[in-house]
Every structure is written in C-alpha cells, then in structure tokens.
T-cell receptor
Framework: DAGVTQSPTHLIKTRGQQVTLRCSPK?????VSWYQQALGQGPQFIFQ???????QRGNFPDRFSGHQFPNYSSELNVNALLLGDSALYLC??????????FGQGTRLTVV | GNSVTQMEGPVTLSEEAFLTINCTYT??????LFWYVQYPGEGLQLLLK?????DKGSNKGFEATYRKETTSFHLEKGSVQVSDSAVYFC?????????????FGKGTLLTVNP
C-alpha cells in the first residue's frame, strides 16, 4: 500500500501565476482534505472533498479551488499566487471516522 | 470557534526522561482528539486518538486521556528515546457528516539527547 502520495514534492512559482497540486489517497479511502502548513505553524484546513464535491471549507479565499475525480484522487488549484501562499501543502485521506492519513506534502515557494 | 492550544516548545529532554506535552482545546459540540507527529522533512503521522470523554489513546508508549472537565488531552510518555525527536501536534476533529475537519495546535518541537 503506497499510502497517500502527493506530487510534485517541490515547486517554485512566480507571484501571479497559477499552480496545481495533486494527491492520490490511500487505498480504500474516499475522502480527501487539503491543509496549508506555514513554516513553524500547525496545518490549516483548506477544504475537504467527498463524492467529488466540496463538503467543508476553511477560511481560504476563492483563489483556492479543488477537484476530486471518480478514482478519489484530488487536485488543489491556487490562482493569482501571492508570496504569502508559500507553504507546505498537505493532503490527507480518510474513510468514515477513522484517522486521517497524510502525504509527505508539496513544498510551494512563491517568488 | 474551535481552537487548540499546546505548550510552547522547544522541549529538550535526556533519553529515558518522562515527557508531558500539554494540550487544551475549545470546541463546539463533541470533538474527537488526536496527536500527530511530524519527523523532519516528512508529513504528519497519526500517533493516537480518542473519540469521547475519558477515552485513553495509546501507541508506541505514548498515552493521552480525553478530559472533558478540563478540556485537555495531554500527551505523556514514561521514557523517551532519541528516535522520538520530532514535532508533535495536538488536533481536534469535528465531524462534518462522516469525516473530520481537523484543527491543529501550533506544534511542540521535542529534542531528545542521548
């Protein structure tokens, strides 16, 4: 079992650009959540996808959007990148009320 | 709103010392509580969880008890090892349907010296 896999592992983008991050959930998991972790901080919830729909959303602007595919994998899109979007983006998958399993994350740097 | 407060780090201990990392929470409803661990350069790993008051979660020698009366979920280990050096996050989960939205504390860096 490969667990939760995220791609790419590192990414450098220019302010104003758009970025897409990808996540494949752990086998058997149907729910994907995305978190942003700034340096030295705890992860902040962005949104959660279940049955290809956004089910819950944290306090993030509409520049942050996502998608879930029929195979449960997911994408996080961020438009009009700001320097403050630089962070580690974590994907977590879960099934029912079991604990969330996290991927290794994508380190996004906006310059 | 929901929030988690955990003790400020860093915490530095000698091998075989006793560990306590304090965690308190504020939540509407009846949250589940979690401890996650993050090793350098890695994602978060679920360490233990408790889903209702007075439950005790345990794993790899770590323990935490869900105390509703004090809104706390302190992490303890009787004898730490160098390999326990990592950042520890306390989190609460509110179910939105069948799955949790997690709210994390800021994390506590633990360093264990030989």
């Amino acid at each position: 079992d490969a667990g939760v896999t995220q791609s790419p592992t590192h990414l450098i983008k220019t302010r104003g650009q758009q970025v897409t991050l990808r996540c494949s959930p752990k086998s058997g998991h149907d729910t994907v959540s995305w978190y942003q972790q700034a340096l030295g901080q705890g992860p902040q919830f962005i949104f959660q996808y279940y049955e290809e729909e956004e089910r819950q959303r944290g306090n993030f602007p509409d520049r942050f959007s996502g998608h879930q595919f029929p195979n449960y994998s997911s994408e996080l899109n961020v438009n009009a990148l700001l320097l403050g979007d630089s962070a580690l983006y974590l994907c977590a998958s879960s099934y029912g009320r079991g604990g969330a399993f996290f991927g290794q994350g994508t380190r996004l740097t906006v310059v | 709103g929901n929030s988690v407060t955990q003790m400020e780090g860093p915490v530095t201990l000698s091998e075989e010392a006793f560990l306590t990392i304090n965690c308190t929470y504020t939540a509407t409803g009846y949250p589940s509580l979690f401890w996650y661990v993050q090793y350098p350069g890695e994602g978060l790993q679920l360490l233990l969880k408790a889903t209702k008051a007075d439950d005790k979660g345990s794993n790899k020698g770590f323990e935490a008890t869900y105390r509703k009366e004090t809104t706390s979920f302190h992490l303890e280990k009787g004898s730490v090892q160098v390999s326990d050096s990592a950042v520890y996050f306390c989190a609460l989960g509110i179910s939105g349907g069948s799955n949790y939205k997690l709210t994390f504390g800021k994390g506590t860096l633990l360093t264990v010296n030989p």
